[in-house]
């Protein structure tokens, strides 16, 4: 399973952009799409998760200001990001987990897209 995120780039502090990343592969089920970011010197954060079920939890420092969807049918998973900080910049990477079949499960990583919030 490969995981390709778009929509990253530069945007001025209270901005928005929206960040995609879709799956594909051997993909019976997905169960959970997340997003996570890394900044500069500090470790991988989880900011967003959203189940098969529709349920999605986001990180305090996200909570409010981005919003994380998904489309089954399209296998892809979103971030729409809001009101954003100069300390939202960072790579954002998606992570989906779910089967290739009824009996295999699969972890998939995307390679990263690099936000940068800057005046």
Known sequence: V???????GLVQPGGSLRLSCAASGSIFRIDTFSWYRQAPGNQRELIATITSGGGMHYAESVE???TISRDNAKNTVYLQMNSLKPEDTAVYHC???GRESSWQYFGAWGQGTLVTVSS
Do not use: I, K
């Not at 490969?2 to 990253?8: D, I, K, N, P, T």
């Open 2 to 8: 490969q995981l390709v995120e778009s929509g990253g």
């Open 95 to 97: 992570n989906a987990n």
């Open 64 to 66: 409010g200001r981005f």
